[in-house]
């Protein structure tokens, strides 16, 4: 911006009245306007004052303060050693708890939600329950009681079947020394004392009847959620060839197969004469565990017993003869049949003179099949 100025004299006697030099602005209006605009006067420049009427804008938000969070808790008693129970809130958020005492479930929740405390996963062989699980959060909860007591546990029954007792005679069996079981006749029996799944047992023998001698099938084994009635029990009197089937102890493992086999015989008497029926009984394991399935029906390899003679000890029984097979052209063979307590033992005896000429001679070598398996009990 610019302002001129222009001066002029005025010569005496000219119109003007006053000799004196006058200044003239121009254009003044024009320098006033400018100046104006320009700040003049060489002040500071002032904001104008807002207008009332204009809205103002909105300043920052602020967010609203979170919500508290709580956690929720409790004891828990009886909880078995070894054991773990699994806890959940609403149906969810898994915690899983291994021992009795305080706990604190790791998830939290807002202040003012719903809680419920409920067992998703029982201890094995235990039932839990709560108490005082469920409301609203408005602050730490460390009330809720978990209690766990035991279930009873399922029991099952230990028999089986009796057979080749006379009139007035019984057998005391007995279950790993822990229960004694007097059977008093042919037919089922029954421990009193129930068992719980895979409790082990071990039935033997603990006195057997005047003059004969009792085995024990099946005996040996454990329980399987189910009641055992497999275990068998024969008694045959000591010093005769008792008829019936009558099983090796031997066993015989199936080649590529989880099976075993045990020689079966099977006696019958007409006078002197035994006849023996031969077959198997298979078993679903190779060491012949379980209760066996006997073959039925004609048993092939049949031969006949011919007894000569006879003679007793206190230990044993020994039946001397001539054993035939029925179905071959083979001549008869001198053998002795021996009867030692719950034993039957087939010795050859083709030696001239009698390797065993009388029953004392008999008692080495019937121990010795005995403990080589190859001897007979009642099955």
Known sequence: MSVHFRARRVVPGSSHMNARAVWRFAPLGLAAVLLCACGGGGGTDSPAAPDPSTPMPPGPSVPPPAPAHYTVGGTVTGLAAGQMLVLQNQGADDFTVRANG????????????????????????????????????????????????????????????????????????TNGGSEDLTVSADGGFTFTK????????????????????????????????????????????????SEGPWEQDQCLPVTGASAGLRDLWRLSRSGNSVSV??????????????????????LNGTFSFEQERTEATAELAAFWGNRRYIATSMGPTKMVLVRKANHLCLLEDTDTPSAFPDAASLGPAVTAAIAAGKCYTPR
Not at 201 to 230: E, L, M, Q, W
Not at 279 to 298: F, I, K, L, N
């Open 194 to 241: 129930a068992l719980v799944d895979g409790a082990v047992y071990a039935i033997t023998v603990k006195t057997a009847p005047a003059g004969s001698g009792c085995v024990v099938r099946n005996g040996f084994g454990s329980v399987a959620a189910t009641s055992v009635d497999s275990v068998a029990v024969r008694c045959a009197p000591l010093a005769t060839l």
């Open 102 to 173: 305080s706990f604190v479930m790791a998830a939290s929740w807002p202040a003012g939600s719903s809680y419920a405390v409920t067992i998703k996963t029982h201890p094995t062989g235990q039932q839990c329950s709560v108490s005082q699980g469920a409301g609203t959060l408005s602050s730490t909860v460390a009330s809720v009681l978990v209690d766990c007591v035991n279930l009873p546990a399922a029991t099952y029954m230990l028999g089986g079947m009796a057979s080749g007792l006379s009139a007035g005679q019984s057998v005391v069996l």
């Open 277 to 298: 029926g031969a077959g198997m009984v298979s078993y679903r394991s190779p060491q012949c565990d379980g209760a066996g399935t006997a073959s039925s029906g004609p």
